[in-house]
């Protein structure tokens, strides 16, 4: 579980986050969603250290994140793994290496544990024999998929997702969708997704948090998404004529 | 203000890269010998390019401004080596090097930054300013003085190169030049100037690559930056060692 409790963060002058308070739970998709601008990626990156925030605190289950000495933010670190939104893979590492990485720099494994655990993840992620490929040679999606392998490779406990379909056509998307969210409930992983992909939140919107200039306007899960009467969510996500047509056309019939 | 700034960011970056515990030794291990490959025999050829023609040029000079005097024409051998060994080889070279090594290592942990890679190591538990910076400058701090070693004895080859075959002076008066007053202090002086050039270029380019933000304009400024503040430091430098070891 991880805890945000009013926090605060300004660059200069201008107010990104205003006292957020919300909960990511365990083995559940948690969803951060809002227009550009909202705040959404400043949030994940104080949620991952990245960002000290203004004020306000982070907890990873009982534990201050920001209270932290350097060896025990390094223990709370082997348990993240986090996806970003251009894949972050090393472009002159192949695609094993690069999934290896953490394993050699943290693991005492030998080489065979380590092989075998980057081609179970490859596995999982619904790749095999691109392992000597490096990041340019493989597509966008693949490089999503080398990204979650690496994310996974050391069983972490939380995962991070920065925007996991951008630039991806909505075939590839939902597979990734799919991906993120099987491998959250079946290792009971606290995940966390901020995207502004409509079909993220109805496919797998378990917990979902509206940012909105910086303040966390409206909460709940993709059933309650279509319920709402919060005009903010409304205006997001029927935010094309054709959808509020549709909307309408669905609320006329019952 | 700003210069303070830089300056208190820079000392703090150094001092986390430096005197970090590494998380695995092998892994720093294998990045130092990457290094040393990248900033040492990657270097070769530009260091090999410039000491012969320095040699060349300076004793060329040096025989015109002897021409007619009663100077012995040995002292262009005495005179290149020395050149080479207290000033040419570590100043010329480092300056040279800054071009390659500093706007390489600037643009290289600057491209990470943008890339987010940098941003993934953190997550996953790296120090990144030691696993990135460290290796890197100890890499120079050996492979910098090597260099600048094989420079002095380059230009000596190409101080005699470009004299003897051509009837400046015989070989055999280079050779006594070479080997007239020679004074071991002077080999100090160029290594002191070879470790502290080498450092400073490594950590200035660094620095500016570790905190570069925006996009390619910024990068290729930061790449630009860590040349020219190299080169301004190792000025610098060059001269207060001058009065302080000379």
Known sequence: ?254 | MNLLFHFGRYVMLLGNALFARPENLRMYRKELLRQMDDIGVGSLFIVFLISVFMGAVAALQFAYQLDGQLVPLYYIGYIVRDFALIEAAPTITSLVLAGKIGSNIAAEIGGMRQKEHIDAMEIMGVNTAAFLIRPKILASLVMIPVLVTLAVFLAIVGGYLATVPFGYLTDVDYIRGVHAYFDSYNVFIMYVKAVTFAFLLTSVSAYQGYFVTGGSIELGRASTNAVVFSDILILLFDYLIAVLLT
């Open chain 1, 1 to 254: 579980m991880i805890r945000v409790e009013d926090i605060y963060k300004s660059f200069g002058d201008h107010e990104v986050l205003k006292g957020i308070t919300h909960t990511f739970e365990p083995g559940k998709t948690n969803l951060i969603i809002g227009r550009s601008g909202a705040g959404k990626t400043v949030l994940l990156k104080i949620l991952v250290g990245l960002i000290t925030p203004s004020s306000g605190k982070v907890w990873y289950d009982d534990v201050d994140f920001f209270e932290l000495d350097r060896k025990q933010l390094r223990a709370i670190r082997m348990k993240v793994g986090m996806l970003f939104q251009g894949s972050a893979l090393f472009d002159s590492m192949t695609v094993e290496e690069n999934i290896r990485f953490p394993l050699d720099m943290f693991t005492q494994w030998t080489e065979k544990e380590k092989v075998d655990r980057v081609n179970y993840c490859l596995e999982r992620v619904g790749l095999d024999r691109i392992n000597e490929k490096y990041p340019s040679e493989i597509s966008g999606g693949m490089q999503k998929r080398v990204g979650i392998a690496r994310a996974i490779v050391l069983n972490p406990s939380y995962l991070f997702c920065d925007e996991p379909n951008s630039g991806l056509d909505p075939k590839t998307a939902l597979l990734i969708d799919e991906l993120i969210k099987d491998i959250t409930y079946e290792n009971n992983i606290t995940t966390v997704i901020n995207t502004h992909d409509m079909n993220s939140v109805m496919e797998i919107g378990d917990n979902i948090a509206l940012l909105h200039q910086g303040e966390l306007v409206w909460t709940g899960n993709k059933t309650e998404v279509m319920s709402s009467d919060n005009q903010i969510l409304q205006d997001f996500i029927f935010a094309s004529p054709f959808l509020k047509r549709l909307r309408q056309a669905a609320i006329a019939k019952g």
